[in-house]
């Protein structure tokens, strides 16, 4: 059989479906669902892909797909006839399917652009989850408003609707819920995050009062974000991620409130060993006193001990930041993977 025969025999089997439809309110409502198949499909696929899968160029490869079946999609949405000349459901349909290509093309397009951005400052990043949100937001109103074309179809032309809530939608639904809820721990989380990064950079510039300022507010966001942690309900009796953000709010605490005045105590010895070395230095050696002598023995034997403290205090808060930083990435890695439903082909 060639090409040719295939493509007049599917154009005839279309034509007798839509010619059945016309007399079958409840057919030509399978018909127009039936044309949005191809989009739901790709655009579930893509919400499962980017909710587990870290890899970028993978979430970016599905995100073009979901637009090509959005596209398809929409062709044949435009191909359907109208029922008995109402075009409620197929009018429906289609501003359905163009919203969701405004989404796809424009909207994700966005998230992916401000991704490296929004690791730059807290601001930024919240900015970034809210668009997120936002944007799952309005993707259930869409498809809240495209159920309600069929069911005020369904109703004026006496069809019994047997599911008002079809898996894909609910599936959806439960991926958004995850996603707000990972997003309001990660926001507290990165928070503590970023501001450690800060105080570290003042640290390593031997800043010493932009490290205690940088110090005090880690210790105020950690505060901060336990209350707010004791506010969230567990997601459906699983405690795991809010426990591991938790946990690491309160290690960036300890390092705060104990690791990091060892290390700003070190600068300051070594500011003050500079300055008894610069004077013993300055003088020659034969007007040097024993007092001269005891300071500046007692300053280096200071400064040998801060040295020490200072290196073993720093190896072990970067150590536990590295565990705490990798430690709430597994926990909202698996968090993700057991509750944010999988879409398949």
Not at 135 to 145: G, R
Request: with cysteine; glycine share 4%.
């Amino acid at each position: 059989m060639n090409c040719k025969t295939l493509f007049l025999l599917s154009f005839f089997f279309l034509a007798v479906l839509s010619s059945f439809a016309q007399d079958d309110p409840g057919a030509y409502m399978n018909l127009v669902n039936k044309a949005e198949d191809e989009a739901n499909q790709k655009y579930l696929l893509y919400v499962s892909t980017a909710a587990h899968s870290g890899r970028i160029k993978k979430i970016e490869k599905m995100r073009q797909q979901a637009i090509d079946g959005i596209i398809s999609s929409r062709n044949k949405s435009i191909g359907l006839p109208l029922y008995k000349g109402d075009n409620s459901l197929r009018q429906a349909s289609i501003d359905y399917l163009n919203f969701l290509y405004l989404i796809f093309a424009e909207e994700y397009a966005k998230i992916v652009n401000m991704e490296d951005i929004a690791e730059q400052s807290f601001n930024e990043m919240q900015a970034f989850l809210l668009l997120q949100q936002k944007t799952s937001e309005k993707l259930e109103e869409a498809t809240a408003k495209r159920n309600k074309a069929q069911k005020d179809f369904a109703l004026k032309y006496n069809v019994r609707l047997i599911d008002d809530k079809t898996e894909g939608e609910s599936k959806s639904k439960k991926a958004s819920r995850v996603l707000e809820y990972r997003n309001a721990i990660y926001l507290i989380f990165f928070k503590c995050n970023w501001q450690y990064g800060e105080l570290n950079k003042a640290l390593d510039s031997k800043k010493v009062n932009t490290a205690e300022q940088a110090r005090m507010a880690l210790i105020s966001y950690a505060k901060e974000g336990m209350a707010a942690l004791d506010t969230l309900k567990n997601f459906d009796g699983d405690p795991s991620l809010a426990n591991a953000c938790r946990h690491a709010l309160n290690q960036y605490k300890r390092i705060a409130e104990i690791d990091v005045p060892k290390m700003t105590d070190f600068y300051l010895k070594e500011e003050n060993f500079q300055k008894v070395k610069r004077s013993f230095d300055s003088k020659p050696q034969n007007n040097r006193t024993q007092e001269d002598v005891n300071a500046y023995n007692k300053a280096v034997n200071e400064m040998n001990a801060a040295v020490n403290v200072f290196n073993s205090t720093s190896q072990q808060a970067n150590k536990t930041a590295n565990e705490v930083g990798e430690g709430y990435n597994k926990a909202d890695k698996e968090f993700g993977d057991k509750h944010t439903p999988y879409f398949k082909k």
